[in-house]
Structure formats: structure tokens, C-alpha cells
């Protein structure tokens, strides 16, 4: 027999390449082993190819069976999607409520207003996708998601209104690589330094498009300097921890930084004139907001009340 669930068969195929035989392969999904090496022989029967590599010595997918791999992940996306989407017309005891972040903001913000929205609107729901601040923006502006959290938001589109927190401060990360570097001391006044000296030493920076980078490019235009870029992230936790590990010099968002014992780099604040941060939720112009929206945006707003010291 063959199966048409996305799902089931990725699950089946995942477990095979996983265990590389379909004796251990079918004990570990709890059925029987004829009936595993049946639902692939029916599969491909179906698809008139191999999916599966039988002669190595641990089972693989075939080149044609690594494209249905790929096609079976797209339809379990679009099943997942339209089911998501389904579910406003048919589960009215649930308020949805869509927003878009960046991953990385999204580890450090959902957790400090979330909470606090689900315990004042708990019939509530709240579906968050994961995507650059372009791609969140625009879903936005076409109405397909409610909301859109971000950082700095003076770029973003005059037909969004938008709700921000006050600011914050970005640090800079000096490793030993340095010559700017002191051993022994963790926290060093900027007084001890010029905006020119940082970004003449060696960068880690986050990705061209980014909010925190628009900030940083926007300073080395300014000053008319020339940086010398090691390596780019997308992810500003990844180039907070390079910085750690003596890449590069790095600056980023207080809210990234998670001190270390006997910490072998140093940190300077910025000046908030010359760098500073702002957390926002936007949503269209047009938008007629609900209640529960409306307490989301209030929950947001508690950001204001983040301890601004470092821990």
C-alpha cells in the first residue's frame, strides 16, 4: 500500500536514514517491518524510480528520491499553511492574531510581553513567523500577517503606524586581537576611546540590510572610514560570540550580551547620540484593531520597564 500523507512519509523516510535498515527502522516507528519495506516498494511503484539506495551498506536516497524528499518537506509546508489559515474560519473560540519578527530579536523580546498577553487575553493566539525585517514588513502592508516587531523604526513604511520603546544602548566587544584591549578589566568607559579607533580594527558585523548594520554603516560614512570586514552574520548572536572568540571587534544591542565569568574581551558603552536602540510593533494604517490586538500592542509597550543594567 502506498500512503499520501506529506507527513507520515517523512517520517517513515527519516527514520530509515536514521537507522539505515528497514528492520530497525520499522521497530522504532512501532509497525512491521513487511509492512515499511511495502508503503517505500508502493511509493515507488507510483513514481516509476528508486527512492531508496538498497545496495549500500546503510540505507540512502537515491538522487530521485532526494527531489521527492524536497517535495514531500513543500507539500507538508503548504498542508501546514493552509491549515493555520483554515483555522480562523473554523475555530471562532480563538482570537489569531499574526506577527512578524527576525529570529534573533525574537529569542530575546517574545519572552519578556508574551507571557503577560496570554495571561490578559487567554483565548487568544499568537502565530509568529520567523523572516527578515523586509519580509515582515511587506507580509504587513499586504495583510497577511497583523503585525510586524522590529528595531529602529525610522526606515520603515509611512502606511504602518507603529508603537516604540524607549532606548537602548549598544556595547562594543573588544577582544585581545585588539590593540585596543586590557586584560583584567571587563567594562572600560568610552571616554578611553574614539568612535574612529573601534572601527579601524578589525569587524564582525551583522549582514548589509540589517537594522544594526544600516546603524553601523551609517557611522562609517560618516567618518569617513574604510572597515576592514573579517565576517558577516545574519544572526547577531553568532557575531557576538566570534567577537568573544578574538575574531574581531563587534557592537551590539545590550540585550545580546550575556556576560561570561573572567571574561577575555572588554565592553564600551556607546553614547546613545551616536548609536541607540528602539524596539517597535507596527501595523497598517488602515488596520481597525481588536481588543486583543489592542492589548498585545499594551503588552509590548511593558518593554519600557526593561532594566536598561546589564546582568
Known amino acids: 500500500m502506498s500512503i499520501n500523507d506529506p507527513k507520515t512519509l517523512l517520517q517513515y523516510l527519516d527514520v530509515l536514514l536514521k537507522f539505515g535498515n528497514f528492520t530497525k527502522a520499522a521497530k522504532n516507528l512501532y509497525i512491521s517491518q513487511p509492512y515499511l519495506s511495502q508503503v517505500i516498494f508502493r511509493t515507488e511503484e507510483e513514481l516509476g524510480t528508486t527512492i531508496i539506495n538498497r545496495k549500500s551498506p546503510r540505507l540512502q536516497l537515491t538522487e530521485a528520491g532526494k527531489l521527492y524528499y524536497q517535495h514531500l ?22 482570537n489569531y492574531i499574526r506577527a512578524g519578527i527576525l529570529p534573533s530579536l525574537g529569542t530575546y523580546l517574545l519572552p519578556l510581553f508574551v507571557p503577560k498577553f496570554y495571561q490578559a487575553f487567554p483565548n487568544s493566539q499568537l502565530l509568529i513567523e520567523e523572516d ?8 504587513v502592508l499586504a495583510q497577511q500577517n497583523d503585525f ?3 528595531q529602529n523604526p525610522e526606515t520603515v513604511s509611512p502606511n504602518l503606524i507603529y508603537y516604540e520603546t524607549q532606548s537602548y ?11 585596543l584591549y586590557k586584560a583584567g578589566i571587563l567594562y572600560r568607559p568610552y571616554e578611553e576611546f574614539s568612535i574612529k579607533d573601534l572601527l579601524s580594527n578589525p569587524l564582525v558585523l551583522t549582514s548589509a540590510g540589517s537594522a544594526i548594520r544600516r546603524q553601523i554603516d551609517h557611522i562609517l ?4 572610514i574604510q572597515p576592514t570586514i573579517l565576517m558577516e552574520s545574519s544572526n547577531i548572536y553568532t557575531v557576538a560570540e566570534l567577537a568573544k572568540q578574538n575574531l574581531g571587534v563587534t557592537f551590539v544591542p545590550q540585550h545580546v550580551l550575556t556576560v561570561q565569568p573572567e571574561a577575555q574581551y572588554n565592553l564600551v558603552e556607546l553614547p546613545q547620540k551616536l548609536i541607540s536602540l528602539k524596539y517597535f510593533i507596527a501595523h497598517a494604517a488602515n488596520k481597525t ?3 486583543s490586538e ?3 500592542i499594551e503588552s509590548f509597550m511593558t518593554l519600557t520597564n526593561v532594566p536598561k543594567k546589564l546582568t
Open 148 to 150: 510586524y516587531i522590529g
Open 169 to 179: 544602548s549598544y556595547y562594543a566587544i573588544i577582544p585581545p586581537m585588539s590593540p
Open 221 to 224: 560614512q560618516h567618518y569617513h
Open 289 to 291: 484593531l481588536t481588543a
Open 73 to 94: 518537506e513543500s507539500l507538508d509546508n503548504e498542508i501546514n499553511k493552509f491549515q493555520e489559515q483554515l483555522s480562523q474560519y473554523t475555530a471562532h473560540e480563538k
Open 294 to 296: 489592542k492589548g498585545l
Open 132 to 139: 527578515l525585517p523586509r519580509k515582515n514588513e511587506e507580509r
